[in-house]
């Protein structure tokens, strides 16, 4: 009952005078990328955020784990579950209609093959969402990539600072600053996109190794933290209204400072992100 007042009001009213935007979708972000548009990606866990990102024209919605941080009030994104990811994806699903919804593996629902396509089909089939986002490129990852993408469930892949390995990492650390590991972020980043993901997330990388992986992939690479040259960007919804607790992360910006709506903060962040005003210098790492 609740969902269908949502869209009328949110959704279909606020449209009606203009036309129906297209349905963003997978051969669509390949396009854009070969014509050098730049692909707008943001987070949102619940219906009235989503609309307000279709609204505004965000390309992608993505339902995070980082729900568990700043939703939950979590310290980290390990204790998601499926459960949750599936309740918070139904209902990012009411508030879109053409922005394609993407939704996270939470931690350890890819341990092995069948669990991934139990999740994936879960996250699809159930909640309504058309992309599952899967962190890192170990052996096992680059199984359940094929083995979803084999099974029509469309991947975007999850490189760099991937905040599921918080504890290997020893903390939320820029990745690939020296040239070793730089040269394996791009293998594994070649290795994801052959293993026949469609999309990449590149998180917390200095800025030269953004644009060596983006130019290197036929895919399109959607950088946080990962500086301007990436064909696309992404941040977390409540880090760009400015309400996550505690110091502003880096990488991202304030855009409801001098706004007086959250629509207006996140039509500003979408205009940034196509014309390459976001991110500037101040966002990125060296
Ligand atoms: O969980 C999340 O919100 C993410 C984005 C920061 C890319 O993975």
């Known amino acids: 009952m ?15 005078n203009a036309p129906a ?29 989503a609309a307000q990102a279709e609204h505004a024209g965000v390309d992608i919605a993505l339902v995070g784990d980082s729900l568990g941080m700043v939703v939950q009030g979590q310290s980290s ?23 394609l919804l993407a939704a996270d593996m939470p931690f350890m629902a890819d341990r092995d093959v069948s669990h991934a396509l139990e999740a994936g089909a879960r996250l699809v089939g159930e909640a309504g969402a058309a992309m599952i986002k899967i962190e890192g490129a170990g052996p096992h990852i680059l199984e359940a990539i094929h083995a979803l993408t084999e099974r029509v469930i469309p991947v975007c892949a999850h490189l760099g600072l ?8 020893g903390g939320y650390k820029v990745q690939g600053r020296v040239q070793d590991a730089a040269d394996r972020v791009l293998a594994e980043a070649l290795a994801v996109q052959q293993a026949g993901a469609s999309l990449l997330v590149l998180e917390g990388v200095p800025t030269s190794l953004g644009e060596r992986v983006t130019k290197a992939l036929d895919i399109p690479v959607i950088g946080i933290g990962a500086g ?6 992404v941040l977390v919804v409540y880090d760009m209204l400015g309400l996550t607790p505690g110091k502003r992360p880096k990488f991202s910006k304030d855009f409801l400072a001098g706004r007086s709506s959250v629509g207006e903060a996140i039509a500003a962040y979408v205009a940034d992100v196509r ?12």
């Open 162 to 169: 991937t905040p599921q390995s918080v504890h290997k990492f």
């Open 77 to 99: 994104t390990l204790p998601v579950t499926l459960e949750q990811m599936v309740y918070h994806t139904t209902m990012v699903a009411r508030g879109l209609s053409a922005t």
């Open 2 to 16: 609740c969902s269908v007042v949502l869209k009328e009001t949110a959704v279909y009213v606020e449209n009606s």
């Open 228 to 233: 301007p040259h990436c064909d696309g960007q």
């Open 275 to 286: 014309s390459g005003a976001f991110p500037a210098a101040e966002h990125s790492y060296n």
């Open 21 to 49: 935007r297209k349905p963003v979708t997978v051969p669509g972000l390949h396009a854009m990328k070969a014509e050098g548009r730049k692909i707008v990606m943001l987070t949102a866990y619940d219906a009235s955020f």
